[in-house]
C-alpha cells in the first residue's frame, strides 16, 4: 500500500482548497472512500464552495463569467466551450484522466503530486490500486488521476513531460462514454414524460378500462402531469367526492393495521402529515402541500409524472431527492385494490417516509449510484429498491415492522408480513432475510402476488448504511455528489453522456 507522507497530505489539503471537490480513493484491489471523515470533508467543501472558488487562487479568474445553464440557473464558467452532452457544468472545465504506474517506496507520491503544484494543474480525483503484473521484484500500483486540463494546454504538457521519467507507464485515458443523466434538476423536465406507459393506458382487465368518466378523468390528469415544469408549483387537483371516497375507503382499512404494523418512523411521520399536510380520510392531499413540507424537514420534493417510468428514469430522480407521483386514484368499483400504483400508493405509501431523514438519505443514495450507471447495475439498484424501499422490513422490540409503501398502502400484504397469527394451514409462511443489499440485487420477485421473501433490516440507519457500502463497491463510471443549494451534481471525473440521450438535447 502506498502510503500518505506528511509532504503528500500538505499538497493535497493545498489542492483541496483550489477545488470544489477531491476524492482522493485508495484501494487493494477495489474502490473505496479514503474515510468517512474524508467524505464529510468533502462534502462539506463541496456544498460550501461548488459555484466560486477560483477567487483566491488566481486560476484564469479573468476570464470567467457568469452565465445561465439551461435558461434556469446561474454558473460561473470559464472561457472554454462547453456542451452539456459532456457532463459538466458550472465552474467544471474539461479534464483529462491519466494512468500512472509508480514503483512502491518512500516519498513517490509526493514526487509526482510535487508537479501538479508546481504546473498549478488542480487533481480532482486519485484512485490507487496494485498493478496486475508478473514480474519479480517492488511492488507496484496503479494510480489513476483526473486533473483539470487538456493535453495541449502548456501547463498539462509540462506537467505530463515532467511526470514521464518518474512512472513505469503513463498513459492518457479516453473519455468514457456513459448512459445519459441529469445533472442539474431541471433535466428531470427532460425525462419525466419518458413514460412506458401513459396514465390512461389501460389493459383491458383494469376495473376501470369500460369507464368512459373514468377514462377522461385520467386523460385530463395525465395531461396535468406532462406540462408540469421542475419550477413551477404542482397544480391543484379537485379530487370528486367519488375519488375522495375511494380514499377514504382506503384509509378506514389501513389505518388500524398502521398502528399494529407499521414502523415507529412511519407512525412519527404520519402523525406530522395530518397536522401539515391535511392527511386524514375525508381529504386527499395536495402533493404541493406534501412537497413544500417534506423540503422544509428533508430536502425531498415530490413531482408529478403521467406513468411508469423506466428504472433508470426514475432512480436518476433519486438523486436529486425527487419522487416522482403519479396524481390519479383507483377506480371506485374495486377501492381496496389497484393493478398500477396510485395516490393510495404514493401517498399514504411512500411520502411519510420521506420525512424521516435515514430513509430520505437511504433513497438518495440508490438514486446517485443510478447515474450513468451500466444496465445491469440499475437492475441491480433497482431490485434493491423493490426489496427495501417498497417492500422492506425493520426490527423493532424483537418484531417486524414495516418502512416499504408497497406494505403500507397494502392492507392484506401488510399483515401477511408483519402478523404472526394470521396464516391458516393453507398459506404458505413468507422467508425473512437479513437485509444485504448483494442478496437482495439478484433476488428475482413476483409483481402481481404477495412476495414470498423478505428483507429485515435491523433499523433505517442500517439499512442505509448497507446500501452506501453497496453503493461505494459497484465499479461505478464516477462518484457523484449532489449539492442541494443549487440542485446540481458534481461528477468527480471527465464523462460523455452519450448514450440514451433524451430527444429535447439531441
Not at 178 to 202: K, Y
Not at 210 to 229: F, G, I, P, W
Not at 317 to 332: D, E, K, M, P
Not at 410 to 415: N, V
Amino acid at each position: 500500500m502506498v502510503l500518505l507522507n506528511l509532504a503528500a497530505r500538505s499538497l493535497l489539503r493545498r489542492r483541496v482548497a483550489c477545488s470544489s471537490a477531491l476524492s482522493i480513493r485508495f484501494a487493494s484491489g477495489s474502490s473505496s472512500m479514503f474515510s468517512s471523515e474524508t467524505y464529510q470533508s468533502m462534502k462539506d467543501l463541496n456544498e460550501d464552495n461548488m459555484v466560486n472558488h477560483h477567487e483566491d487562487h488566481g486560476i484564469r479568474t479573468s476570464s470567467q463569467e457568469w452565465t445561465m445553464f439551461n435558461d434556469k440557473i446561474p454558473v460561473l464558467t470559464s472561457d472554454v466551450n462547453k456542451n452539456p452532452a459532456d457532463g459538466m457544468l458550472g465552474n467544471e472545465g474539461p479534464r483529462t484522466s491519466v494512468l500512472m504506474e509508480l514503483q512502491d517506496q518512500l516519498g513517490v507520491l509526493h514526487d509526482v503530486l510535487r508537479f501538479f503544484w508546481k504546473y498549478d494543474v488542480n487533481v480532482t480525483r486519485i484512485e490507487s490500486r496494485p498493478a496486475k503484473s508478473k514480474k519479480w521484484g517492488p511492488k507496484r500500483f496503479d494510480f489513476f488521476v483526473d486533473f483539470d486540463g487538456t493535453p495541449g494546454d502548456p501547463n498539462v504538457d509540462k506537467l505530463l513531460t515532467a511526470l514521464k521519467p518518474l512512472t513505469n507507464k503513463l498513459l492518457v485515458l479516453d473519455e468514457k462514454e456513459v448512459q445519459w443523466f441529469p445533472r442539474h434538476i431541471s433535466e428531470l423536465d427532460m425525462i419525466a414524460n419518458r413514460t412506458l406507459d401513459a396514465g390512461i393506458d389501460l389493459e383491458s382487465d383494469h376495473p376501470g378500462f369500460n369507464d368512459d368518466v373514468y377514462r377522461q378523468r385520467r386523460q385530463m390528469l395525465t395531461e396535468s402531469a406532462k406540462n408540469h415544469k421542475w419550477d413551477k408549483p404542482i397544480e391543484t387537483i379537485d379530487y370528486s367526492p367519488e375519488e375522495i371516497a375511494t380514499w377514504g375507503a382506503v384509509w378506514d382499512k389501513m389505518e388500524d393495521l398502521w398502528d399494529k404494523y407499521a414502523c415507529k418512523e412511519y407512525k412519527q411521520s404520519m402523525e406530522l402529515m395530518k397536522d401539515h399536510c391535511h392527511y386524514g380520510r375525508d381529504r386527499i392531499p395536495q402533493q404541493e402541500d406534501i412537497s413544500n413540507f417534506l423540503m422544509s424537514r428533508t430536502n425531498f420534493r415530490m413531482r408529478p409524472v403521467a406513468g411508469l417510468l423506466s428504472s433508470r428514469d426514475f432512480l436518476n430522480g433519486l438523486a436529486f431527492r425527487v419522487f416522482f407521483s403519479t396524481q390519479y386514484i383507483r377506480h371506485h368499483s374495486m377501492p381496496l385494490y389497484t393493478p398500477e400504483p396510485d395516490i393510495c400508493h404514493e401517498l399514504l405509501g411512500h411520502a411519510p417516509m420521506f420525512l424521516d431523514r435515514d430513509f430520505a438519505d437511504f433513497s438518495q443514495e440508490i438514486g446517485l449510484a443510478s447515474l450513468g450507471a451500466s444496465d445491469e447495475d440499475v437492475q441491480k439498484l433497482a431490485w434493491c429498491y423493490w426489496h427495501s424501499v417498497e417492500f422492506g422490513l425493520c426490527r423493532e422490540d424483537g418484531q417486524h415492522k414495516a418502512y416499504g409503501a408497497g406494505l403500507l398502502s397494502s392492507f392484506g400484504e401488510l399483515e401477511y408480513a408483519c402478523s404472526q397469527d394470521h396464516l391458516d394451514s393453507e398459506q404458505q409462511s413468507p422467508q425473512f432475510k437479513p437485509w444485504d443489499p448483494n442478496v437482495a440485487a439478484t433476488q428475482e420477485f413476483p409483481i402481481t402476488t404477495y412476495q414470498p421473501i423478505y428483507f429485515v433490516a435491523e433499523s433505517l440507519n442500517d439499512a442505509k448504511l448497507r446500501m452506501r457500502k453497496f453503493c461505494e463497491d459497484l465499479p461505478r463510471p464516477f462518484f457523484a455528489l449532489h449539492n442541494s443549494q443549487n440542485d446540481t451534481v458534481h461528477i468527480d471525473r471527465p464523462v460523455r453522456r452519450a448514450k440514451g440521450i433524451p430527444n429535447e438535447t439531441k
